[in-house]
């Protein structure tokens, strides 16, 4: 017999509250959460946006109504501004009543062309729900491989999501929800300085000679010089890969191998000045940013008083490929109308398709897409720069340095990022075409950054070998792990599987590795991919080194490491290994794939690989 089930009664709440958090790497799970809370403020909610780790998780216990936006990185890893949130919410002596009180709905973007799609809003919908959390909705599982990306999901999920918290929150009496076509107060006011207030310009872009107070950070970046900057693939190689080294003496910088460096990198001077001739903005006006509502941060790359060329320079990522929301705010701002159709157009739902061929296809930037819209670009509104367009992100790369070997120095392993769409103009990565650019031996160059903790943790035994898998820049973590343990005198060897094109054209660091190879300091084992008939990669010499690897894994406990591009040969990394435990250990296949995830556990396996 079917029974009707009530809906739940409306919930009361004294302050119509809401809390959207997010993890975010590459900016596209953040753009969403804050058009939820754009959407939250449109149905009389007073809603916070924050990243995960920004936000104190002790406190989720008091909190009503919560939507979680979260990406998916690497190999199932959580984006790095939600890892300490991470690390708390499964800590395993949290009561199964923690978040009884918590209506909460969880928004994921992944990609399905990788074998853990989407798991992190998977495993985080799961516990939410173990630790009393009332689900509004199924999880939403936003993936990059759909012809409209993940808007396809997210569209009808937040349709219902709001249905379902209408009807437990509904709006108060004689309120209705604020049509789309009003645009809502933006985050920042500019109040502009005249002359006599003093010209703050670069007031926060020269170091202090004598070094800084605080650890560097985000908010506090050491302005580092640039030593060096060395192509090492040649001339004639379609890659162009530079070992770029920065001098950190004063910094108070410490770090270890498997160490991360964070650079903040800038815009160019000829985008910057494109930018502000479309937009008609004065360069050297200076200003302060006033938040419009309590409680909302300031850009940490902009000092209190800036200059309209710090601003765009130095915080508005104008080369990025803008999101569905830059098309929303644009619209409001129209006054043309056959501009302000198309913008709308982009902006609908029914327009996913379009904006994807207009824009994502043939990634499109910003600065292009303003040039395509110039009626409009003309009109935007200063106080809408920064809801309008995200700030630049930092950009992180493995050190490929130790201390011990180049003290007070760090140096990276850069891929200077060139490739070519229907669009006549080559796209280029923003911070590989800003660092690749500089001369140091011409000029003095300084490049904000800092230094976080890396995810790969070598072993301090002594004894301990280490099985390191790196192709292309991957390696660039293992030339930090080998100088340090050959400094430290760790006996336990150093065997090093390197992937690349051409011998004679992007073999990185060929001498340095060969060098310690005569010493008896490294084995070396190189997967050239091109120069032979068939492809060659890391996969096929760990299959070839079996008795080697599982000598050194079984019978020597080996950690084996590996790090690079994360679409497809982690996966056939994982096989080889398997392979290897099956015909030398004699392993079932289950058993291999048990002994694999066994590794990974007591974390003698570890992987750190990007998108």
Not at 493 to 498: I, T
Not at 578 to 584: A, L
Request: proline fraction near 8%; hydrophobic fraction near 40%.
């Amino acid at each position: 017999m079917n029974r009707m089930v009530s809906p739940p009664p409306p919930k009361m709440m004294a302050a119509r509250k809401m809390l959207v958090l997010y993890g975010s790497q590459t900016g596209t799970a953040q753009d969403n959460a804050e058009r939820v809370g754009r959407e939250a403020k449109r149905r009389h909610f007073h809603c916070k946006v924050e990243a995960l780790d920004d936000y104190h998780v002790a406190n989720l216990i008091n909190e009503p109504l919560v939507v979680f936006v979260c990406a998916t990185t690497g190999q199932g890893d959580p984006p790095d501004n939600m890892k300490n949130f991470w690390k708390f919410l499964f800590r395993k002596n949290l009561p199964p009543t923690s978040l009884c009180q918590m209506d909460y709905a969880v928004l994921g973007l992944g990609d399905s062309s990788y074998p853990k799609f989407n798991f992190v809003a998977k495993k985080l919908h799961r516990r939410l729900l173990q630790l009393g959390g009332s689900p509004l909705a199924p999880a939403a599982l936003g993936d990059d491989q759909h012809d409209l990306g993940p808007d396809a999901v997210i569209e009808p999920w937040l349709l219902n999501l709001w249905d379902k918290i209408l009807a437990l929150y509904p709006l108060p009496p004689g309120l209705r929800v604020i049509s789309p076509d009003i645009p809502l107060p933006p985050k920042y006011t500019f109040q502009f300085l005249d002359e006599a207030s003093g010209d703050p310009r670069r007031a926060r872009l020269q170091p202090e000679e004598d070094g800084l107070s605080d650890a560097p950070s985000e908010g506090n970046p050491f302005y580092a010089r640039m030593v060096s900057n060395q192509r090492v693939t040649s001339e004639s190689h379609f890659q162009d890969v530079r070992l770029i080294e920065f001098d950190i003496t004063g910094s108070g910088i410490e770090y270890a191998a498997g160490d991360v460096v964070m650079i903040q990198p800038h815009n160019g001077p000829e985008e910057v000045r494109l930018f502000c001739d479309l937009l008609r903005l004065d360069q050297d006006a200076c200003f302060t940013l006033r938040p419009t509502e309590a409680g909302t941060s300031l850009p940490a790359h902009l000092p209190q008083a800036s200059t309209v060329r710090d601003l765009v320079t130095h915080c508005l990522d104008i080369t990025c490929v803008p999101r569905r929301s830059f098309f929303e705010f644009l619209s409001h701002f129209s006054p043309n109308d056959l501009e302000r159709s198309k913008l709308q157009e982009f902006s609908s739902a029914q327009g996913q398709e379009e904006r994807y061929a207009y824009c994502n296809r043939p990634r499109r930037t910003t600065l292009e897409v303003l040039c395509d819209f110039p009626h409009t670009t003309c009109a935007i509104p200063w106080n809408y720069l920064l809801d309008l367009i995200p700030q630049i992100r930092p950009r992180a790369f493995s050190i490929a340095s130790s201390t011990l070997v180049h003290p007070n120095r760090i140096q990276i392993l850069l891929a200077v990022v060139q490739y070519k769409t229907i669009l006549t103009k080559a796209r280029r990565g923003l911070c590989s075409t800003w660092l690749a650019s500089f001369n140091p031996q011409n000029e003095v160059v300084r490049v904000p950054l800092w230094v976080k903790k890396g995810t790969l943790k070598f072993p301090e035994e002594p004894g301990a070998p280490v099985v390191m898998i790196g192709p292309g820049t991957g390696v660039a973590v293992f030339r930090a792990a080998i100088q340090e343990r050959v400094a430290q005198r760790k006996t336990g060897g150093n065997c090093l599987f390197f992937g690349c094109r051409n011998r004679a054209r992007d073999f990185y660091c060929q001498a340095e590795w060969e060098g310690l190879v005569e010493r008896g300091l490294l084995a070396l084992f190189v997967a050239f991919s091109r120069d032979q008939e068939e492809k060659v990669y890391v996969q096929h010499r760990i299959r070839e080194k079996k008795e080697l690897v599982w000598e050194l894994v079984e019978h020597k406990e080996a950690h084996v490491y590996l790090s690079g591009n994360a679409k497809q040969m982690p996966e056939e990394v994982a096989e080889a290994l398997k392979f290897v435990f099956q015909s030398e250990g004699g392993l079932s296949a289950p058993e291999a794939e048990e002994y694999l995830a066994r590794l990974a556990q007591t974390h003698r396996f570890q992987a750190e690989t990007w998108s």
